[in-house]
């Protein structure tokens, strides 16, 4: 069995959704596909999210209804006018958020999150699985909420492996069908609650699933040909890697790469299970391979790694005391009761120094941390990282540009830096 992972990019269309069905027929294993949420879809929701838990209900109205008429004019062009059967389907997903929508919101934002944006994958799969019986082939819609559990630590939950693992093996047997449709980035409390495995955490989904299930091989469909050493958005002549091992892909990932989500490797790397990285428009290409085994060296080619939106916090003890294990304590503590991502820290003898993506947490962490330091920073700043950097690589990031701070360790250069004006 084959587990296949597609982003919202390689459906966020009617062509998408032609092109996605081309890729599955090419294919004669048993199959697992794991879909995200189509194009933007996610951010969508996320602004209807605030709006609702802020009562904003016009604009929910509106947004909604933006929503539904994006996903309609896919299935228009996809489905005859008189497959009605397929679109009643859909429109019963949509009437459910609708309802949901309708509702007072309760006082736990990330919890409404949950339950509102799961909706993305939702629909996704439903539109694909009916569009694949449609064309004649043959699958199965499993809604993953109820096979694979999580706590209830509601926008970014942790995976109960132990009851997922007795219940999953009932969902996906391959009895009477080759194909099953499931959906990423979501999952379900064991009291049926939905959760959320974090941003873009469809790539974990189907790392979980190939682990549990035993599959052969994992594939993840992107809009570039494989992992790279560089996102070729921001550098053209960006170059293809053709194989990479398991501890290469967890540092770029750890560093912000943005092709693999950061906990997707462990769980294939714990079986010994390949991932291919590959691109949905040229699907014949090989793509990338990451293995135990690849063991080709990117040690000559240095990858870069651009984090925007960047916010540099220093932070020093009032009393000037010195920074040492009693003060770190409480200040991881904040960041994780606010569960924010610490991409660079630096320490000095009485100043302790930490680069984040810049979201609307950071505020509330600053305000606690005021109570006991003195706290500066500064926003709208770029961290570049570049593995297996040499000299013309450091130039090529850094020159001409003010640093704020910068580390490096034998493999690794890292540099924040104010963006251009």
């Not at 008429?69 to 996809?78: P, V």
């Not at 397929?86 to 309760?106: G, H, I, R, T, W």
């Amino acid at each position: 069995m084959d587990v296949f992972k597609f982003g919202g990019a390689s459906v966020n269309s009617a062509e998408g959704v032609m092109n996605f069905f081309k890729i599955v027929q090419s294919y004669k294993n048993e199959s697992l596909i794991v879909v995200s949420a189509m194009g933007k879809t996610t951010n969508a929701l996320e602004e209807i999210v605030d709006n609702f838990f802020n009562k904003k209900n016009d604009l929910v109205l509106k947004q909604f209804n933006e929503l539904k008429t994006y996903h309609l004019d896919i299935i228009n062009t996809l489905f005859a006018k008189t497959e009605t059967a397929s679109v009643s389907k859909v429109e019963k997903l949509f009437d459910e958020l609708s309802a949901y929508l309708q509702k007072p919101a309760s006082l736990n934002y990330e919890f409404e999150y949950d339950q509102i944006v799961a909706y993305g994958e939702l629909l996704s799969t439903k539109i694909i699985s009916e569009y694949l019986k449609y064309k004649g082939v043959n699958n199965h819609w499993v809604d993953i909420r109820r096979y694979l559990k999580t706590n209830d630590t509601f926008g970014e939950a942790k995976i109960d492996w132990e009851l997922s693992r007795q219940l999953l093996p009932h969902a996906f047997t391959f009895q009477d069908t080759f194909i099953y449709i499931t959906q990423g980035f979501i999952g379900g409390t064991s009291s049926n609650l939905t959760t959320t495995l974090g941003r873009e955490g469809s790539d974990y989904t189907a790392a979980i699933l190939a682990n549990i299930l035993d599959a052969r091989q994992v594939s993840i469909w992107k809009d570039v040909p494989g992992v790279m050493n560089a996102d070729p958005k921001w550098i053209p002549e960006a170059k293809q890697l053709k194989r990479i091992s398991y501890q290469e892909a967890i540092e770029l990932a750890f560093f912000g790469a943005k092709v693999i989500h950061p906990k997707t490797i462990q769980p294939l790397r714990e079986k010994n299970i390949p991932m291919y990285v590959k691109s949905f428009i040229n699907y014949f290409d090989q793509g990338t391979l990451v293995s135990e085994t690849s063991i080709e060296k990117t040690g000559k080619i240095p990858i870069f790694i651009q984090k925007e939106k960047q916010r540099l916090i220093s932070i020093r003890p009032k009393d000037y005391s010195f920074i040492i294990e009693e003060n770190l304590g409480p200040i991881f503590s904040l960041i994780a009761k606010y569960r924010l991502k610490v991409n660079l820290t630096q320490n000095s003898a009485i100043s302790f120094s930490l680069c984040v993506d810049n979201n609307k947490k950071i505020d509330k962490l600053i305000e606690a941390l005021n109570v006991d330091y003195e706290v500066r920073y500064n926003d709208n700043l770029e961290l570049i990282t570049i593995r297996h950097y040499d000299t013309n690589s450091i130039l090529q990031m850094t020159e001409g540009r003010s640093i704020l701070l910068e580390q490096k360790s034998r493999d690794t250069a890292q540099f924040v830096l104010e963006c251009n004006a």
